[in-house]
């Protein structure tokens, strides 16, 4: 039997989806599909899938064992029956890739490059990190992959996957591909090939769209090079932009990013959980992190990575801040190897990933787990103002309005705790940095989302005030000289009732000291 999918038969499976409200709809749709092998040009296979209305309601599964990725089938103990990744649906996918063609016009084309494998050095790779947008909108998290999401008419879509295919020894050293069959059987596409006649399956869709929607890849890689005008390879025909002017007169391409930005800015029902598990992890292995009583930064940032890990994450969301003492002052140090000293304070920044969605906590805290009191006073002024600011991240405010009165707050806590500063100071020396950005797939999610522009119910953001005293600047006070403090959460917006998904991670000083004191157990 075939593995189950997620859609309908291409004549039939987006009628009436408009009406459809993902976050509330009971609707399943699925069929089993058959493999229908085609050629189009020369001997290029395209494998497509056809529904037949009599098999459209059996249940299927996977038919091949091996696949590139985690499936229900392959790893049980991750994903549930009918998620394609953690927590997230094929279903789910499927009205992604739906809300992005209501945006588009008729005979567009939507062309997206995923990430290939980067090497440190000879044969030494980075661990992959696919295309946060390809991710969002197929779940397909191997290197070497294309994707097209056609609007033939209105209401409906045909998807295109191109990947690298099966291979007995290439995957005897590297592990399974999940290739061109498993493309159609676990991920629904409607039509699947090999990577490498890339150009020649793009010729035919890019000569029938009426108009083309990419972002050029940053890279110079084979298949990317492709798809960027600078970059010419000999083992490449032409690249993306001449194979669009030899069908076109035009050879604009209309910006894709934004498009999908403003659809992974909002967060469904299923991202919010997973975002909360995320978050639940991490804010959990900092809290037992406090009362370790680590002398090292390096100790401290392998302690969090691994408590990230074994709590459920797949890896830490990012690169993290362990900064004891003064080294605090740099907003992203990232070197992590200095001691941590009796009587200073240690500020991490630091998230585990789980699902592909980021954590991104900060927290700050005595090393010898008491704060003195110029330590507790400028701890509370930067909690005073954080959840002020966590209050206001509701639909009625920008992140920019949020902003502006995290400013205004610190002149006031401040001056409280004996600052005599200006709003110009504290902008460009005491609190340089902004009070947040969006969450989710990246840890500054969405970039191209306006600043000015309210939050939106489903957004995910940050909100990290902080302060950041230089050493022996006689302007403000001396005992306060030295400390850098940022406090940040999570935060959902729900209407007028944000929830912080990052809680776990204590942040009053009367929980810190009493974690600090605690002796925890190993996890």
Request: with cysteine; net charge neutral.
């Amino acid at each position: 039997m075939m593995r189950q999918c997620t859609r309908h038969c291409r004549s039939s499976h987006i009628a009436g989806i408009s009406a459809l409200d993902l976050l509330s709809t009971n609707t399943t749709l699925k069929c089993s599909g058959i493999l229908n092998l085609s050629s189009t040009r020369g001997i290029v296979p395209i494998y497509r899938r056809q529904c037949h209305p009599e098999i459209r309601d059996r249940r299927g599964y996977a038919v091949q064992t091996g696949f590139g990725q985690p499936t229900f089938e392959t790893r049980p103990h991750m994903l549930k029956e009918g998620e394609l990744t953690p927590g997230i649906s094929a279903l789910e996918y499927h009205f992604r890739r739906h809300k992005l063609i209501e945006q588009l016009p008729v005979g567009a084309a939507a062309i997206l490059v995923g990430n290939e494998i980067k090497y440190r050095s000879g044969a030494v790779f980075y661990e992959f990190h696919q295309n946060p947008d390809f991710f969002y909108l197929s779940g397909f998290n191997e290197p070497r992959a294309v994707m097209v999401i056609e609007k033939p008419i209105e209401n409906n879509y045909t998807f295109h996957l191109y990947v690298q295919p099966k291979d007995e020894r290439k995957e005897l050293w590297e592990g399974p591909r999940t290739g061109v069959n498993g493309a159609l059987e676990m991920f629904n596409a409607d039509e699947a090939g090999d990577i490498k006649f890339i150009r020649k399956c793009l010729d035919d869709i890019i000569a029938r769209a009426k108009s083309i929607y990419m972002d050029i890849a940053p890279a110079n890689s084979e298949i990317a090079s492709f798809f960027h005008p600078h970059v010419r390879r000999e083992t490449m025909e032409v690249n993306i932009l001449e194979l669009i002017k030899y069908h076109k007169k035009e050879t604009t391409l209309r910006p894709l990013t934004r498009i999908v930005q403003s659809l992974r800015a909002v967060k469904s029902e299923a991202e919010l959980k997973v975002m909360q598990k995320a978050g639940k992890i991490s804010g959990r292995a900092i809290t037992r992190a406090y009362g370790r009583r680590f002398t090292k930064e390096a100790d401290l940032n392998a302690y969090l990575d691994y408590a990230f890990r074994i709590g459920g994450c797949e890896k830490s969301a990012y690169v993290p801040v362990v900064a004891g003492g003064k080294n605090a002052l740099g907003i992203h140090y990232t070197r992590n190897d200095d001691v941590l000293n009796d009587g200073e304070m240690v500020l991490i920044d630091a998230g585990g990933q789980y699902g592909g969605y980021c954590a991104d906590i900060s927290r700050a805290w005595p090393v010898n787990g008491k704060f003195t009191e110029p330590q507790k006073d400028l701890y509370d002024a930067v909690l005073n103002v954080q959840k002020e600011c966590i209050k206001l991240a509701t639909t009625s405010n920008s992140l920019e309005t949020i902003h502006r009165s995290s400013v205004d707050l610190f002149a006031v806590e401040l001056r409280n705790i004996g600052f005599d500063t200006s709003l110009s100071e504290i902008n460009s020396i005491l609190y340089p940095h902004y009070v947040g950005h969006h969450l989710g797939l990246d840890v500054h999610d969405c970039p191209d989302q306006s600043r000015r522009q309210n939050l939106k119910r489903g957004n995910v953001i940050t909100i990290e005030p902080g302060i950041y005293v230089p050493v022996d600047n006689p302007k403000f006070p001396k005992y306060f000289c030295g400390i850098g403090i940022r406090i940040e959460d999570n935060v959902y917006i729900h209407d007028d009732s944000p929830i912080v998904t990052s809680g776990e991670a204590a942040k009053e000083i009367k929980d810190i000291e009493y974690a600090c004191a605690a002796a925890w157990e190993d996890i």
